[in-house]
Each structure stands twice: as C-alpha cells, then as structure tokens.
C-alpha cells in the first residue's frame, strides 16, 4: 500500500490543475510611513506611546518594579531604582515579574505594528508574553512604512512575534475588549 | 471509508435546520447584532486602503499558483520544516489524522493537551477522538472556551460562539467554572484568563493549526487576538500544527498579501493583535519538538474540479458569513457543519464529495445568490458561480426528486428578498422550509424552476441593493 504521502501526491497530480497566471503585484508595497503615523496607529490600539529623547530617562517612571530585562539590553537602560530580572528565569518568575523591557526589530508605521524576532534586547517569546505590561522601545530607524518593508527586512526563520496593541478579543458580541491573555498593557517608547 | 466528520453525524438538511432556527428570535437578533456591527468596521477597515483590489488580485493569484503546483510546493515545506528539526506527518482521511495526532500525544504521556483554535481540528473531529483515547484537549481560544464549556457546536468560522450574547456567556461561565462575574465583556475575559492561567503554565504539550505555512523557508504562521496562541505555541515543550494541504504560500515575501488580507477582512483591524512565525525548532526558545501534520481529508479531491477548486482559496476569514442574508437569519449551526456559511455551502459538499448525502448535498442550495460574499472575499471567491455549479450536480445526480424539489425551491425563494421577506412575515416561511416534498401546495411556481436542470441565472441585483439599503 502506497504512503500517505504518495498517493496525496499521486491524488494531487491527478487532478491536473492547469500553471496559474503569472502574479501581478499591482499594489502598494511602501507606504507614506513617518514616527507621527506610526504613533498614530500605535495609539488606536489604546497602547500607550511616548515619543522621548532619553530612555534612561523614560524609566524612572518603573521605580520600585521588579521588571524583566533580556540579553543585550543597553546597560545605560537599566537605572538604579528597579530590580532588574535576567535570565536564567522560570516561568513562574517570569509570571510574578511586574513587566517586561525590550526592543524591538522591525516596527510597522501603516499598521501600528513591533515586531520581535529573538535578538537583541528581545530575549525568548516567553519573556515577552507572561509579564502582564510590556514597554517596548523603537528607535525612528527601525520603523518600516508597510508591511512589505517590514516583511523584507525581517530574517522569517527567527522566531517572530508581531505584535499590534495589547492581548484583545474580539468574542463576545465582536466588540473589542483588551486583555485577555498577553501583556494586558502595551507602551512603546519611540526614541 | 469512515464518514468524513466536516459535517456533524444526524444533522438534517439545510432546510429543515433553517427553519428550526428561524424560530429562534434570540438566535437571530444575537447575530444580526454581531454581524451588523462587524460589516460595518470591515467596510471602514478595507476603505482605508487605496490598493485593496490589487491585493485581492494578488490573493487570488498566488493561492491559484499554489493550487497549481501543490505537489512541488509541499515537498519544498517537508524539506524546510525537516531542515530545522520539524517532523512532517500526511494524513489522507480524517481519522488518519486523528490517529497521529493522539499517538503523538500517548508517546508524550500527555493526558490533557491545551488547544488553540483551529478550524482543520475541527474539522477532522480532533477533540472528540482525543477524548476516546484518553486525552483531555482544552480550548483555549475565548470563544471556542465558551462553546466547549456550553456542550455546544461552533456557528461562526472566527468566532465560534458568535450565537451567545453576553448574558447567555456569564450563565455558562458561572455554571461551569464555579465563578461570580458580571456581564460586562472585560470581565468575562478576566474569568477566562484566571480560569486558564494554570493550564498555560503546567500543560506540556500544545496543537494548533495553521494560518500560513511558507514553502520555501518552513515558516508557520498563526494569527490571533487573545494571546492564548503566543501561549500555546511557546510554553509547552511539543507543539503539534495541524493544517489543510492547501495553506501554503510559496515564499516569504507572497506574506506581505495576506497579512494585509486577514485582518482586515476578519476582524476589521489593520492588524490583529499577534501574529507568531516559527521555523521548526529554535534552540532555547519555544517548544523543542515540533510535528506539523498535513492533511488531505477531501482537499485533493476538491481539486479535481475546475469550477469548484477555487474554495481551496479560501483563507478562513469569515468576511462572507458576516455579510450573508442567509447566514444572519439561520445562524451558522444550520449548516450541520464547522464550516458555515456561503463557504461552508461549497466547501464542506466538496470535502464530503458525496452527492448523494442530503444534508452535504442541500447546502449549495443555501444562499440567495446575491454575490455580496463574492464582493468581500479577500481571495475572490466566487461562491455564486461555485453555489451554481454544485446545485446543477447534485440535480444531475439525484434527478427530480422530491428533496431536490425542495430544495431547488428553497433557494429560488431566498433569491428574492421580497419573497423571502413576505414568506417570513406570514409565518409561511418556516412553514414552507418544513414541507420537503409538499410544494404544490405553496403559492409560488416552484416547480418553474426545477422543472428544467438549468441553473438559475446569478444574482438579482434587486437582492442585493435591498439588502445595502436595509442591512448594510
Ligand atoms: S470564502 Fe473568502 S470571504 Fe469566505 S471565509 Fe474564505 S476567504 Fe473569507
């Protein structure tokens, strides 16, 4: 008896489906893009966004809070005042922790959009999702206009998140509510 | 061969579960409710851009390349996902399927498994069968929670629980998870967090489906609101992805369409909240074993017909129920399957390629032919030229019988809204879809219709501009 694989094979050759037209990419793959776009789009999403000059700065407001900080986070981010978890951390540290500090890879101005990929200052998913507030920091040059420019920039077999506005749902009576089971708060610093 | 479970074992036909439903005024006014207010947002969500067409174009054509060489392109996404340490897994039939996935499950010793929605699992009766062998499978999404924990069956493709309103969740919620909550929306999804929180954090072992899978990196993608799929996808230390052969892209960049596409035709967002990519396995970060099951379950042989294959598009966004006459007014449970509404008139019929089953065969007759699903699809489906061309089969296999009588007269009526209209407002309407056989009987020349194996013309405009001017 011939595998499952073969004869799905065998059953799909069969069928005979005629070469497809070529694909016309007819629409738009930049976009106006631009910091006050992606403020704009960010804040839709009832995130919270900052536009600052200084991260150092812009951390004080975490004083007292015991909040995550992945590899490769600029030693200038983490100011006296906090109590700064690193890893090696247990999930259930992870779920005790007040929040988490990142950055991002890529962030998208047309739909208010980070994306993590696992580097720098990102850490592993897991770091991103248990604590209940994420601040996410994005420099100008890392935000793309599109999602095409974004897609291109990112390396897809890097474990990506994308991520736009805070943990929602939209099932009951199909009306928006945040927080379900991500990070309840989302605020990103635009540097 | 074992019945393909896309549809639910005694489900009567079309007709008959209409009119059932039609006698439930809280049914419909739920989803006339929800419906209305997401057409609305979709509309506004698809406004905003000036290159929607041309993404559609390019929808279409990259999912009719994928059809065409689905052979190759599935080859290419076993080697990529292998390449980084994935297992790939090919079912032809709903219970191969199942039979992988809980032999997964049993060389893991997991007798309970956490869940993010899927719709291929739903599709092959997944839980059900882990549940016969001993293994628990949790939902995790809010809405799939809420049908599970309501011994209840899904009515919508994105939100299963699109049938319960607010009061209708707390009552369930509270019986079943032994908790005091208000009805307010927020708080209802506070229950669930707490209700779930546990289960994320011990659970070793997780299934999901697929949104995407990208060919020619082995890239998976998931798209989700909650977070219940972030949570899925990276605690556990198995992760199981079960999806349909046909969810492929050939390459990274043909994302950039989709992830355009989905949102905004599903929950009119201009992005929905995560969207997690993963590439086999990834030392140190998210589940260290991976195993994507593939499944056929009536897809190849949906692709043998030309007319038909074009459902094979279709990347589950539920934008044509939201707008369907038909689907508002019977709910989505009427169509005795996971996949309801305009699609699920010509999908599930073809996954269950059985003409002469009556519930699979009475469903292309379930719509009006108005052509507003066609106008939303995201991939240009053209449900009504699909809807058209199973009927004509399924008249040509049955022949005049009385069901196909019935049912050929079914849809004549929901064609034309004043008839459909002035048969609800009389009381005949249920009366009528409750008469299989008895036609003569009814005021209108049903048999004008069925007395010729000609398929009725596509949509009367009058339908459709009835329904924006009254509904939209
Ligand atoms: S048929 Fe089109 S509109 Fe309907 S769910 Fe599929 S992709 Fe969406």
Known sequence: MASAREEILQRIRDAKVPPARPVVRGYDRTGPGGVELFAERVADYRAIVHTVTSVPDALKALAGKRIVAPQGVPHEWLIDGVTWLREPLSIEELDRADGVLTGCAVAIADTGTIVLDGGEAQGRRALTLLPDYHLCVVRVDQIAASVPEALQRLEP????????GPSATSDIELNRVEGVHGPRTLEVLIV | MARNPVTWLGSPTFPKAAKEALQDTQLRQNLRKATGTIRGRREAAVAEMTD?????VAGEQIKDDVLARLDTLLVQLEESVTARGGVVHWARDAEEA????????????????????????????????????????????LAELIVQLGDDRPSHILVPAIHRNRSEIREIFQRRMGVEVSDEPADLAEAARVYLREKFLTTRVAISGANFAVADTGSIVVLESEGNGRMCLTLPETLITVMGIEKLVPTWQDLEVFLQLLPRSSTAERMNPYTSVWTGVTPGDGPQRFHLVLIDNGRTATLTDSVGRQAL????????????????????????????????AILTPQLVGDLHDPQAASLPFASSLCGACFEVCPVRIDIPSVLTHLRAEVVEAKGRTAESVAMAAAAWMFRE?????????????????????????????????????????????????????NRG
């Not at chain 2, 929607?52 to 559609?56: A, F, G, H, S, V």
Request: glycine share 8%.
């Open chain 2, 313 to 344: 598009r279709c990347i589950r966004c539920s934008a044509c129920l939201n707008v369907c006459p038909v689907y508002e007014r019977t709910g989505g449970k009427s169509y005795g399957s996971v996949y309801p509404g305009p699609i699920g």
């Open chain 1, 157 to 164: 077999t890097r474990p990506l998140t994308f991520i736009s």
């Open chain 2, 417 to 469: 809204a004043s008839r459909y209209e002035k048969a609800q407002k009389a009381g005949s309407l249920a009366r009528f879809l409750a008469r299989d056989g008895k036609i003569t009987s009814l005021p209108w020349p049903g048999s004008k219709w069925t007395s010729s194996r000609d398929v009725p013309a596509p949509p009367a405009e009058s339908f459709r501009a009835w329904w924006r001017k």
């Open chain 2, 52 to 56: 929607w067409e041309q993404l559609r």
């Open chain 2, 98 to 141: 199942n039979r992988i996935v809980l032999d997964l499950c049993r060389a893991e010793q997991a007798d309970e498994v956490v869940k993010v929605k899927s719709m291929a699992t739903a599709e092959i009766g997944l839980n059900e069968a882990l549940e016969a062998g001993g293994v628990h499978a949790i939902e995790t999404d």
